[in-house]
């Protein structure tokens, strides 16, 4: 899993059928500091996650375990959303700092 933020929405009308009703999410991924890496991901969205929001993102493979998504064409999977994350005693991000 790798850490990520939403900074968008992609909406395709022309889809694998399998896809329908399925949200997808831009997403950029973060480095270990919490800096954003260069591009950007498409990700299904299977927790409901929103924008700027910090989440675990399943890749490979790995986004086709679950059990919602065994018959899915996926590459990459939103599988939770952020609460806080921390990096050697130190808060790196707080969900609830970041809305205040």
Known sequence: MQLARV???VVS???EPSLRGVKLLLLQLLDEE????????????SVG????EWVLVSR????RQSSDSTSRPLDALVVGI???????NRLLYSKKDQYR
């Not at 996650?49 to 700027?52: E, F, M, N, V």
């Not at 952020?82 to 050697?88: F, K, M, R």
Request: net charge negative; charged share 20%.
């Open 7 to 9: 900074r968008g929405t």
């Open 13 to 15: 009308t022309q889809k």
């Open 34 to 45: 919490g800096q954003p890496l260069p591009g950007y991901e498409v990700a299904a969205d």
């Open 49 to 52: 996650a929103g924008l700027d």
């Open 60 to 63: 490979g493979s790995a986004a």
């Open 82 to 88: 952020v609460d806080t994350v921390n990096v050697d």
